[in-house]
């Protein structure tokens, strides 16, 4: 019998799979599922690329990127900080909102799926479980 432990990544990867191919019809050429992952941690009143970077654990470069990509595709814009013209701030677009939108009801369609297959109450415990897992690595 496989040890559990030596398994754990291919399941949490087949998992990670069935979700990004809920979302993968919602993007548009050249965009993929980690792309939505970035708009989400884009707060209402914007913020920063170094920011942003920070709340999702990435290299202030590889965030910059992403941000690159999502400004070529008007999901997002950079504005200048008032204050500090050097500073430019990360803020969604009208059609960045509005994927993000498609995206999270996507994500709660699969979330119900799942629920349907492994029944309300085991599936309510796996969602505990990974948001207790999970805490540190938000904080």
Same mark, same amino acid.
Do not use: N, W
């Given at each position: ?7 754990? %990544? ?20 050249? $965009? ?10 884009? %707060? ?10 920070? &709340? ?13 990509? $999502?400004?070529?595709?008007? $999901?997002? @814009? ?6 500090? &013209? @050097? ?6 677009? %009208? ?6 939108? @498609? ?16 029944? %309300? ?16 690595? @938000?904080?």
């Amino acid at each position: 019998m496989t040890d559990v432990k030596e398994i754990l %990544p291919e399941l949490l990867g087949r998992l990670v799979g069935r979700l990004r191919s809920e979302v993968a019809g919602l993007l548009g050429p050249g $965009l993929r599922f980690s792309h939505v992952r970035v708009l989400d941690a884009v %707060p209402s009143e914007g913020a920063s690329v170094t920011a942003l970077a920070e &709340r999702l654990g990435m290299t202030k470069q590889g965030c910059g990127q992403f941000v690159t990509q $999502l400004e070529t595709a008007g $999901l997002v @814009r950079r504005d200048a900080e008032p204050g500090d &013209r @050097r500073v430019r701030r990360v803020r969604l677009t %009208p059609e960045g909102e509005r994927l993000l939108g @498609r995206a999270r009801d996507a994500m709660a369609r699969a979330e119900e799926t799942f629920a349907a297959e492994v029944g %309300p109450r085991r599936y309510a415990g796996f969602r505990r479980v990974l948001d207790e897992l999970g805490r540190d690595a @938000r904080a």
